[in-house]
């Protein structure tokens, strides 16, 4: 690409030739050097734009391996930006070039604004989709920053990474954490700043867990379609900038004083001694199907982004895996480029500990096919920045072969639905007897231990984002989304709750009491099963959205934390906190190793066996007694099988942990043996079993009804 014909000696172009390395915008003291990947564009410009929003166009007469760019003197930082690009308009190729529309900078590292729906924002006149629009849509898409490096200070701020058997995810949104926090200052709840306060990051280490989850914090949008309805996308699952913290969770602005202000979230995060892991999109962006607005990637390098169906007959249509209406296609050299160079910049620039992919199965395929030796997959297993980071799988996507659980390959770890659908089917008593809930009580070996993984491959939840919360999994029977304007259609129906007679709140006493008790069973039951658990911000105390079982685009009260303890079920954060407490004081009940069901050490007793109320370990035909609805977990502490750091033998205080999910009252004989004489009671839902009262074998422990009652060795001196 030539720059052109001078028109006189001694003149100087206003545009330098600067590299095509690195891509995005990169500032300069003395120039700022633009780059866009745009390989079948033929004209390319950079666009600033001034503080009344005047745009000054300069073309970028460099072309090298694709990459348009060029250096402009004196851009400032927080300086607004876009690109526009020219090439051929034949959608039915791909080719979907078009200048009049503004393009946002796939490595920008700060947004400015938001999209506003309009008809010039689609790339595409949409009375005739087979023309070009020429109505520019700069006033309608936001635009890209130039940012700075800030010097900023992390210090000694990093903490010692929490090994998996160890951790506790709290998975939680940003804006809803703190929306509705009275000991946060006003003006910065729902930010990042106000995350980052002592009263979040106090309240967390508190209740035990080790490290937050965060919902979609990379630039994202709302779509139209929601808009339209004057909702806006809550979630976050719409990305359109990879690089980018989403700049309405700032509180300091959005010219780049968001990426500072997300560091310091992490700082102090770090600095309370919790990891921060990011919920990331790669599998799809907002600019939807091949009918949505053209905001970055579709007006680069449509073909090559995103995947195509290939279908006879399907001319140029997307392939969509994730419901979203198109898949990046991580086959693609520059997609699987810009997702790795993402990744990366979170991780060491950005200092995030760890990522949960969403829908990675779309991300993990090769000519459509699943395949776990993928570009992706291969790639993220070889960096060695991303193999030191925490790695968690949602495995599964929107198609029937995209489901992945107990598949995907070490270092990753996955959700586990598995383990929501069981333990929810035994606690509202639909379990057909006890087989299924002990498989996911230790860990859930049938997935994971045939490939030599560990129980903490499975990340534990009863809840997540998406779906019921625990107090409306209590309290609900049909999901009520009445609210998000598509005719109660959206969500699955698919939820396994119970309402106990009840639909929705009550004022009944005892329907309420029942609620709160099946609510700490519930969460009883994530902090002590083997494997990570995940708990959904809020479920410890009560959280309800009224049955909404999909928020995605409820941006109110009926998605944010109400800290109020006006109607907080307080007993059931007791519960998560005291259950949490054990796990954590306790490695019995967190151990790396698979449990055998023999002895540990000779002569000595199994380091697992399952109990039957009667007082006998579990049978065959015990097993497959379908009315069986009580079931007693005995832990081993003395010895461990588990050696410590140096080879030593570990000890610890052994347990019976009992399950009994019918609505009658159960008696328990609590067997005679020759190691465990005396226990206390140290976790009990049922209100008739005291914490602190003293058992002994041979005697009748009397159950009241559906309840977790934790049984905790008391040594006697000889």
């Known amino acids: 690409m030539s720059p052109g014909v001078w028109s006189r000696i001694g003149e100087r172009a206003d545009v330098w030739p600067g590299r095509h390395e690195p891509l995005g915008a990169t500032w300069g003291a003395e120039a700022t050097n633009f780059a866009v990947h745009a390989p079948r564009a033929t004209r390319a410009w950079v666009c600033l734009f001034d503080d009344d929003g005047r745009e000054t166009r300069h073309p970028l007469t460099e072309r090298t391996l694709g990459t348009w760019h060029g250096a402009l003197p004196d851009v400032a930082p927080g300086t607004r930006y876009g690109f526009r690009v020219d090439g051929p308009w034949e959608p039915e190729r791909g080719l979907r070039f078009n200048p009049a529309k503004l393009l946002l900078d796939p490595y920008t590292r700060a947004v400015s604004g938001t999209l506003t729906p309009h008809r010039a924002v689609y790339g595409f006149d949409v009375d005739h989709p087979e023309r070009r629009d020429d109505r520019d849509s700069a006033p309608y898409v936001p635009r890209s920053v130039v940012v700075a490096p800030d010097g900023f200070e992390w210090g000694s701020e990093r903490p010692k990474r929490q090994r998996w058997r160890d951790t506790v995810i709290y998975e ?100 309370a001694g919790l990891e921060v892991y990011l919920d990331v999109v790669y599998n799809h962006t907002a600019e939807a199907g091949s009918d949505g607005p053209t905001l ?64 990675l199965s779309a991300l993990s395929r090769t000519e459509r096919e699943i395949d776990m030796r993928s570009r992706f997959m291969t790639a993220v297993g070889q960096d060695p920045v991303l193999r030191g980071v925490k790695l968690i799988a949602e495995p599964w996507d929107a198609t029937m072969d995209g489901y992945l659980v107990g598949q995907c390959p070490p270092p990753w770890v996955e959700w586990n639905d598995q383990y929501r659908d069981s333990i929810r089917d035994y606690w509202r008593g639909h379990a057909s007897g006890t087989r299924d809930v002990a498989t996911r009580l230790a860990g859930s070996s049938d997935l994971y231990a045939d490939d030599g993984r560990s129980p903490y491959a499975s990340v534990n939840f009863v809840t997540a984002h998406d779906g019921f919360t625990v107090r409306d999994l209590v309290s609900y029977d049909v999901k009520h989304n009445e609210a998000n304007g598509e005719r109660n259609r959206d969500g699955t129906d698919n939820n396994r709750s119970h309402n106990h007679g009840v639909e ?198 009397a159950l009241s009804g559906p309840c977790v009652v934790v049984l905790r060795e008391v040594k006697v001196d000889a």
């Open 296 to 359: 970055s990637f579709r007006g680069l390098d449509d073909d090559a982004f995103y995947t195509r169906s290939r279908a006879e007959g399907a001319g140029d249509a997307y392939w969509d895996a994730t419901g979203c209406g198109n898949t990046v296609d991580t086959e693609d050299p520059f997609a699987l480029r810009l997702v790795l160079d993402s990744l990366r910049y979170w991780a060491a620039e950005m200092h995030v500990d760890g990522f949960r992919f969403d829908l």
């Open 172 to 271: 939680l949104h940003v804006k809803g954490m703190t929306a509705l926090h009275d000991r946060v200052p006003e003006h910065l709840r729902g930010t990042y700043a106000g995350l980052a306060s002592p009263a979040v990051t106090d309240y967390l280490r508190d209740l035990g867990v080790t490290a937050v989850e965060l919902l979609p914090v990379q630039q994202f949008l709302s779509e139209p379609s929601v808009s339209g309805r004057g909702l806006s996308n809550y979630w976050g699952y719409n990305t359109i900038g990879f690089l980018a913290p989403h700049n309405a969770y700032a509180s300091s602005g959005e010219r780049g004083e968001q990426v500072t202000e997300f560091k310091a979230m992490v700082r102090a995060f770090h600095a």
């Open 504 to 701: 929705g709140e009550t004022d009944d006493a005892d329907v309420v009491a029942r609620r709160r008790r099946a609510a700490a069973n519930l969460m009883a039951t994530l902090c002590l099963s083997n494997g990570v658990p995940m708990l959904t911000a809020g479920d410890e105390r009560g959280r309800t959205q009224g049955g909404n079982n999909n928020a995605y685009c409820q941006d109110n009260e009926t998605s944010w934390i109400d800290w109020s303890p006006d109607d907080a079920w307080l007993d059931v954060h007791e519960t998560t906190k005291a259950a949490l407490r054990l796990r954590r004081s306790h490695p019995a009940l967190r151990q790396r190793h698979w449990f055998e069901g023999r002895p540990t050490i000779a002569g000595g007793p199994k380091d697992l066996v399952w109990m039957h109320p009667e007082g006998r370990e579990m049978t065959t035909d015990d097993w497959h007694d379908t009315a069986l609805a009580t079931l007693g977990m005995f832990v081993l502490g003395d010895p461990l099988r588990s050696p410590g750091p140096r080879g030593e033998q570990q000890s610890d205080l052994s347990f019976v942990l009992w399950f009994h999910s019918g609505a009658d009252p159960v008696d328990l004989k609590l067997p005679r043996n020759r190691w465990a004489h005396t226990g206390e009671v140290v976790l009990s839902t049922d209100p008739d079993v005291t914490v602190g009262a003293t058992v002994h074998a041979g005697e009748t422990l």
